[in-house]
């Protein structure tokens, strides 16, 4: 289904960076959603481009809710928002049309689209089409809070600085919802937006992990086999540019270890059963457990640097090399998070119509 | 969708490990491919316990093809294999069916079904399920074999030990295909063997990392949003009990590191696009490049241990003490790599008719 | 996605007449519901051949449940029936396989799998295939009962002989699923089949059109676009072997007339909303309405004749003339019939899943 | 899916009467396809309203392309095409918004949506929200027939007058696509206009017969089950306002025949085989054979009439008498004409991208 996401509630994404607009259309909204725009626009100024930690590219993300919507309320029937694109400079782009660039998708679109592709900007591919997802996500993600799941994301690293780890999960992640740079220490904050700065001033960029957590989930939601929680994350996490791994509780960190290690014992606790540790991330075989679901994704630096690199032209067939120009992030974690938070609501709201049904989310 | 995985080609999984039968079929299957039932063989044998490193439970998998093969080759109609459960131990179940394993589905299966499901040896969230979809998986492996596209899997490391890495990642992977303990370094392997015996006799568990490569993907298959490549190969990856990260290229590795470090410059050679290096794992905007697609897998430790664990009893709704008996495997890791094959197979496959067409397979 | 019908829940069927099994799994059922293996039989043996009326192809369609209950009830899981092949006269089958037969699939069959198809008996093309799809559908059946939801089906003609139109349609509709032969007026149920006798005698055979009757299903049941209760409906019943046209309310009946004549007048009575009459059959912008779900499917003459027909050898690919031998029904209309509840109910099951959820059909 | 309609090529619908825009997306389109926006428009102008027999709203249809369109060619990602609305009286509607339309979907939209629906001008179930579905089924019935597929629909009856049938198929279909009242009999299509106008002058309407036919479409496209090429078509075609009934071929005029007079008998020439009748409507068993595919969709009168009506206010619960204002088609089955011709395309690029792939119809 390609550029559509989800069963019972469906998000499909189109247009590219330097076409008349971007959007994206929500389907299988319960009726009666209160839509809170400036929430929304709340969350597009969190993937806004800022300062110098980001790329010169600022656009005012006017979004417009073109359908599903009626007196305040989501209908029922898809809801489609559009996002102009007004800043382009597409010029900048008709230079270097032909030269991969690096760690980018130039290459693998023209074997694609067999040149066909806008090139312009990225196209389809540029980091702008998250604005359209994030404007879809907002709505799903108010939807979700009033049935009390909450979900939040910080930057558990960026650039080798690591923030603190999730203590009080509930407390912290309301907490980082209230924050445009996601860090729980915001010491160590203001370190990485200076490492950022500082890899800016070298024509570099940098990486990082960003940490979410999930609190409210009902248990006994997802499948034992393919929809698991962590197979239908994933599979939306990956569409988050730059993003190229994803691990759920301490993954990465169990394979060294014993069973006896991270198997996460029961408890009962007011007549609820919960876990003392959390290693499997509030999910066993590929369900929710009642827990935090807690995941952790890998954003690898921003491949756009301005360093001279070796590629290829891949129209004339040889070797180049290519200098980049333009607006270029020198890191994009810390606007990843808000997108990352927002396929998370897309995959959970599907994952919870299909057990409740699509009119759950609007009781 | 659930227990069905695919678009263009699709499985579908069902059966509990005391049930009758264990069955997948696949549908969308070219007709003509050749069905090589050794081939299945050799796939179910590398699945299945062996020697004191596994589960005592032993079964010769033996297994039918009931429908889509006519005179050896498919016939383009749904494949569906059975797979009879003979060594069915159910009464060593009936005293702990209330008692969640930790790290184990029983408590979330328990929520999800309301008490309905089929407890005995895990039901349908039991390990013995993936022989169906390894049966399932070696007639498309076969099939993709054909075309070009082989896959391996090795041991990257397991209870701390490492494999080594892979170098001519086209020799090893058909070297890898012929081992039953899959490990490019046979002496590390022994190591291996011996750390999960030492945590059999400990009555604990070990896990690891499973590296993959596929080669010989053409370019330009995979989506830009959600049909990523990383993103339907990791819906499928996290299938495979106990995966519970996955990094394509070398993800997690990438995080503190620079753009510059990280970018795989692009280079001709033969007339062909190939990148220095492959730190992306063969995909750029979720897209192939041509490059062998190389990812890991976060295999916990098994949670089947014999040492004494807290946990409820849910249906008292009780704390308790868990102590367990039966057939258990000290570690799944060498036996789930050849089901981290078949759903390789099975997702690349899929993502290759959505652009190829299903009769393309079977050419 | 082929031979899977569904999104919530979903259908699989596989199997080819002259192999092992046939089979249908299930996925997507509530944990909970009752499996009642008297009825799945009664079911199956409604499909039954029987008397001089049908094939001489008499087998027991002994099923057996693979997976997906456990103590008597559905766990949730996917739900396998497998139904065993056991009179099975392939030769009767080689020496035509090259000849197309008119009104069949062996043609299309053989420019679809480039002959690689089972040609025995049909093969996947089947009617015995239906066997899989009753058995699985009694499940549903049974389920929608207990949620109030009651399907029934008639001939309303056959060869040419009408039966009596739905008068009371809760009361016929109950009626009809008590007899083995489904008409209301038993007299022209025999004139009926002396009718088919007679086509059989003369090595024809005839059709004719079923009328299903819903009664029960909640208002505001399908979606406006696409998977409009129509749409969905129809998409699953064009399965059935041998229908060819299917019509919602009086749809061909009202194409002359005025809407004044045709609109379907609301009026109240105890608080609930009634059409005056019911041309619409139910459904209004493609949702459910409240009044029972009428439709008519047009069965064709079966295609099986014994008389001389012209065709191709579609493998020489030159004209030849077909005499057909075997077993060959000279009608299908009064067996198509509980195919027919079994489709409308997978079909509005899903409708209702997709609303309410999953779990709503096991509560 | 809902409003999503495809697999390897999908349409998703969105938008209302008088909302801001009506849109389409078209996803999995191949990159490389010329896109002729005067054809579009063509398209647009058989759908718009005109004369007396159609309703007074007019709008330009000024349709925007805002994605995956690039130089004249589509990119390959998705296609967004947006058309506003301007021409909305939205007070018309204020006063009757409790009262049910008999035969439309108020009641069953308020039954749905809670109440939460958009209700001016039918909102979501406008048969406007079509013009979106015939600007990107322009798109495909331009590329299918560079590929020799072509489409052609005429109206077959309207008002109990009929047109002359098909003769020849492929000089017929032709013709009818010059055409913007679709009938092959000139004559008779002056005597349907006139019977519409006099309909009109009642307060009434009327309704008709479609008759399409599909030429070139390759042999072997279909599935047995579930996806037959009869099944996807009208799932299709039962989103098309008014479509109440689709027959394949002769259906319902096949019912009191016998085998020996409908099967339609093969056939060589020129190397290719073909049936001497086509009561099957170009397909046997759900796959196509070569024929032209025929299939006749029942349209019943439009149900906007300008006569008193009894019906409910279904806000208040009490029975009421309903006098339409606004503006209104006396008829709608010659508008519909090409919206049949769009869906159709659209189920068969589908069908067909299956089996060839995404890529095929670009090439």
């Not at 499909?12 to 076409?19: A, D, I, N, Q």
């Not at 100024?45 to 790329?55: C, E």
């Not at 090399?321 to 992030?329: Q, S, W, Y």
Request: proline content about 3%; hydrophobic content about 40%.
């Amino acid at each position: 289904m390609k550029n559509t996401f989800g069963n019972s509630i469906a998000l499909t994404l189109f247009g590219e960076s330097h076409g008349a607009y971007i959007g994206a259309t929500l389907d299988g909204l319960a009726p009666g959603i209160a839509v809170d725009e400036d929430f929304i626009r709340t969350q597009l100024d969190k993937r806004r481009p800022a300062g110098k930690i980001s790329t010169a590219r600022r656009e005012a993300d006017a979004f417009q809710i073109v359908s599903g919507v009626f007196e305040g309320k989501t209908t029922g029937t898809p809801l489609t928002v559009l996002i102009p694109n007004t800043a382009q400079h597409s010029k900048d782009y008709f230079a270097t049309r032909s030269l991969a660039r690096p760690g980018h998708a130039d290459y693998t679109a023209f074997e694609k689209y067999h040149g066909c592709e806008d090139y312009r900007g990225g196209g389809h591919f540029s980091g702008r089409v998250t604005a359209a997802l994030v404007a879809a996500g907002a709505i799903l993600i108010s939807a979700l809070r009033e049935k009390g799941v909450v979900i939040g994301t910080h930057l558990l690293s960026c650039a080798g600085i690591s923030d603190t780890v999730f203590g009080d999960v509930r407390a912290n992640v309301e907490k980082l919802n209230t924050l445009d740079f996601a860090v729980l220490d915001s010491d160590r904050g203001e370190q990485m937006k200076a490492a950022i700065e500082a890899a800016a001033a070298e024509g570099d960029s940098v990486g990082g992990v960003l940490e979410t957590a999930v609190i409210g989930m009902p248990t006994g939601v997802g499948e034992p086999w393919f929809d698991t929680v962590e197979g239908v994350l994933s599979h939306a996490l990956f569409s988050v540019p730059a993003i190229k791994g994803v691990e759920f509780g301490d993954a990465f960190g169990m394979v060294n270890g014993k069973g006896s290690d991270y198997n996460d014992s029961f408890y009962m606790i007011d007549d609820t059963v919960k876990t003392a540790t959390n290693h499997n991330g509030g999910v066993n075989g590929g369900i929710t457990n009642g827990m935090p679901i807690l995941f952790r994704c890998a954003v690898k630096p921003t491949p756009s640097i301005f360093k001279e690199q070796d590629t290829v032209d891949f129209i004339k067939g040889e070797d180049a090399v290519l200098e980049l120009k333009g607006r270029h992030d020198p890191a994009i974690i810390h606007r990843a998070r808000v997108v990352v938070d927002s396929v998370t609501a897309l995959a959970l709201a599907d994952l919870l119509a299909l057990r409740y049904g699509t009119d759950w989310l609007g009781e």
